[in-house]
């Protein structure tokens, strides 16, 4: 199997982390090193991060670059990649040192899940670390479609209601992108 890497993205509310468990609950996907999104589990660990944007962002990247680093070229899927911290902090990506087409060069996909927000209040849910606003997340929407969007093998699953459809639709595209 060729190294894959492969980011799947999306604005709070996307279906990223469920999608993302389902992925990794299924065996024909076991060939993949699965990479857990480090922004909630940040959180969860340190809420004083909420107001250090940047140190947030700046420690997010480092360690995914470390962890991705560390399995030495095993093909992976990952809940976010290093440009996901850019759309909440632009300013890092000169501060770190990176441009958006380096980044670009250590994946080998993107999977962007589209935000149920875009749906409705129905749809869209906070909680302790979901906090923004449904216009919010929104910008976040755009501002991820916008960092992501030119990557050579960018594919955007757009929301629905049926979780499932979309689930299954991603599992497809998945199998596609790595055939």
């Known amino acids: 199997m060729q190294n894959h890497a492969i980011v799947i993205t999306g604005a709070p509310a996307s279906g990223k982390t469920a999608c993302f468990e389902a992925l990794k609950a299924d065996p024909q996907f076991s060939c993949f090193v699965f990479f857990d999104e480090l922004a909630r589990q940040l959180l969860e660990n340190n809420p004083k991060y909420r107001f250090?944007?940047?140190d947030f962002h700046r420690e997010i990247y480092r360690l995914q670059v470390q962890r991705e680093d560390e399995i030495k070229n095993k093909p992976f899927i990952t809940d976010r990649g290093t440009l996901d911290g850019f759309t909440?902090?632009?300013n890092l990506i000169s501060a770190?040192?990176?441009t958006i087409e380096e980044e670009y060069q250590r994946y080998?996909?993107?999977i962007h899940l589209g935000t149920t927000a875009s749906l409705g209040k129905k749809y869209y849910e906070n909680d302790?670390?979901?906090?923004?606003?449904?216009?919010?997340?929104?910008?976040?929407e755009k501002a991820t479609t916008e960092i992501w969007g030119k990557h050579p093998n960018f594919n955007l699953l757009p929301a629905e209601p049926d979780f499932e459809n979309k689930l299954i639709k991603l599992k497809i595209l998945v199998k596609q992108l790595t055939a």
Not at 128 to 140: D, G, Q, S, Y
């Open 128 to 140: 302790n670390i979901r906090t923004e606003p449904i216009e919010k997340v929104m910008e976040l």
């Open 108 to 110: 080998t996909a993107i």
């Open 88 to 90: 909440f902090c632009p």
């Open 52 to 54: 250090h944007t940047d």
């Open 96 to 98: 770190i040192g990176t």
